[in-house]
């Protein structure tokens, strides 16, 4: 059920002094002997790489958390699943037109309770990419989510998503289905649902395509996640119309998981292992899970009505503008 991560992955910029250190260190154990002792060696180069990786984590800018959002081997919700959902059961379809591979959708047991969930999905070959259109849905995707979130309410389930991509896909044939209407749709039926919602931004969340699944009483952010009404590169084209302005987009964004917090968008961050989730997909999903298990036993104590005015209060009081 979960796709294999690929760990030979591409290295972006800022981590590749890291990388080559971890490659010396490898060397190294693999050149050891029992007549030729290299520990000492071994043990001064794993301290230099932590603390490199501390400070090279540490000065990230905007734009480059937005490349590690969107890192290639970065955990997807298939893999999350696998570590955190016990006998979770895929459900496929919109019962209208097809099956957007793009949103996985199920039902299964987070530390033993029902849970419905529904999360982006990416690839991590070409062809997987274009099987789950690089994770962005389409029409039947978000009707694929609504029929669960209608299933949640039903059977008074919990519901998890994960969100992870980069907006609702915006071909023609996805318009000419209705997507601003199936994306108002789940806004709609999420504001109205009467079971505890947790959404986590687990990669990069954006616009739309990531509100869709969004509309939640607790939203996570791991630590190196991000959430915008728009990329930066979106943003460069129309604002400066120059794609090589999108670290200055990134920056006046406030898209980073620390800025969604400080502005009280966000519930809670989550951290990540060192180096970024990539690095340790498992104890990953082991930090989630004991987050999302506390959320989730704190609403769980809620009423289905003192729910819904607490989610109604918390987006109404999103945002800040100034009357003139």
Known sequence: MTEPVTY????????????????KIGELRELSSETIDFSDEI???????????????????????????????????????GHMITDFIELHGDRAYAD?????TGLGRLAGERVVVVGHQKGRTTKENLRRNFGMPRPEGYRKARRMFGLAA?????????????????GIGAEERGQAEAIAGNLELMAALPVPI???VIGEGGSGGALA?????????????????????????ILWRDQAQAATAAAELKLTAADIRSLGVADEVVREPRGGAHR?????????????????GELRRLS?????????AKFRSIGVFLER
């Open 100 to 104: 957007d591979e793009s949103v996985v």
């Open 304 to 312: 289905a009505a003192d729910l819904l005015e607490r989610r109604y």
């Open 198 to 200: 947790i959404a986590t």
């Open 213 to 237: 699944i969004g509309v939640a009483d607790r939203i996570l952010m791991l630590e190196h996640s991000t959430y915008s009404v728009i990329s930066p590169e979106g943003c460069a084209s």
């Open 280 to 296: 340790d997909p498992e104890a990953a999903a082991r930090s989630l899970l004991t987050v999302i298990a506390r959320h989730l």
């Open 154 to 170: 039903r059977f008074g389930l919990p519901v998890l998503t994960f969100i992870d991509t980069p907006g609702a896909y915006p």
């Open 8 to 23: 030979d992955r591409t290295v972006l910029e800022f981590e590749r002094p890291i990388v080559e250190l971890e490659r």
């Open 43 to 81: 043990g001064r180069l794993e301290r230099k790489a932590r603390n490199l990786q501390e400070k090279v984590l540490a000065d990230l800018s905007p734009i480059q958390k937005v490349q590690l959002s969107r890192h290639p081997a970065r955990p997807y919700t298939l893999d999350y699943v």
